[in-house]
């Protein structure tokens, strides 16, 4: 339950969204596959009110480094995991239809959307057009640019007074991004427009963002470094 009462007043968009996560085999959203994937549909008050959950066997090794992180290690994968292609077939699915009806909210979603893209492709699925989007993470590098600060979907649940009790666990991660992207539309004003119309501002946003910190980091000794553009998938 979020510790607020909800705003009456807050846009209409964050009243019912679809919250989705990914935990993968790495960081690469071109090469590492899906393990675990959560899409749940909050209420107003940031309450699941339907949750769907998936182990997915990635077809591939899950490096320590990821296992790590969330949990599931190769042999689980292998033991309990769902089959890959049919799991893209239902998480892309499943978020085609809840689009239809409300947001899609996940945090850094050029990761989640972009790896899910890539997945997509891989198997002979049509991919995902997501629209709209909301992005915590985009909107909170906008809306508080010189905060200073770790930016994790950890850090700014804390910040904002978001339980998050089990981070990298997908399923977590997913309704913390609701229940954040709830909290920023219900204190900033700038977001009570239409969900479209958030969604085209979030992609300049993010490429905004991307191209200051490519100037920022040729600065730091680093002059080759070119910044990804695109969002919520990257181009």
């Known amino acids: 339950m979020l510790d607020f009462d909800f705003e009456p007043d807050a846009p209409a968009w964050s009243k019912r969204l679809a919250v989705f996560d990914l935990e993968t085999t790495g960081l690469d959203v071109k090469t590492e596959r899906i393990v675990t994937a959560c899409i749940a549909v909050l209420d107003h008050s940031g309450e699941p009110s339907e949750v769907s959950e998936w182990l997915v066997n990635p077809g591939i090794e899950i490096p320590m480094a990821a296992s790590n992180v969330h949990g599931i290690t190769t042999e689980v994968a292998i033991q309990s995991g ?3 292609k ?7 699915a499943r978020l085609r239809e809840l689009n239809q009806q409300m947001p899609l909210v ?32 985009v909107i909170d590098r906008k809306v508080n640019k010189y905060r200073s600060g770790k930016r994790t ?24 991004a609701g229940r954040l992207a709830q909290r920023l539309a219900a204190t900033v004003e700038q977001l009570n427009i239409d969900p479209a119309e958030l969604h085209e501002l979030q992609r300049e946003w993010a490429d905004e963002w991307a191209l200051d910190m490519e100037q920022f980091l040729k600065k730091q000794n680093r002059p080759d470094f070119r910044a990804e553009l695109g969002w919520p998938i990257k181009n």
Do not use: C, Q, W
């Open 153 to 176: 979907l950890i850090a700014l649940s804390s910040l904002f007074g978001v339980e998050l009790s089990d981070a990298h666990n997908s399923t977590a991660d997913a309704i913390a």
């Open 106 to 137: 996940a945090f850094n979603a050029s990761y989640d959307f972009s790896l899910l893209m890539h997945e997509s492709v891989r198997y002979g699925i049509e991919p995902l057009d997501p629209k709209p989007v909301i992005d915590p993470l």
């Open 86 to 92: 049919e799991s893209v077939a239902e998480i892309v």
């Open 82 to 84: 769902a089959n890959p």
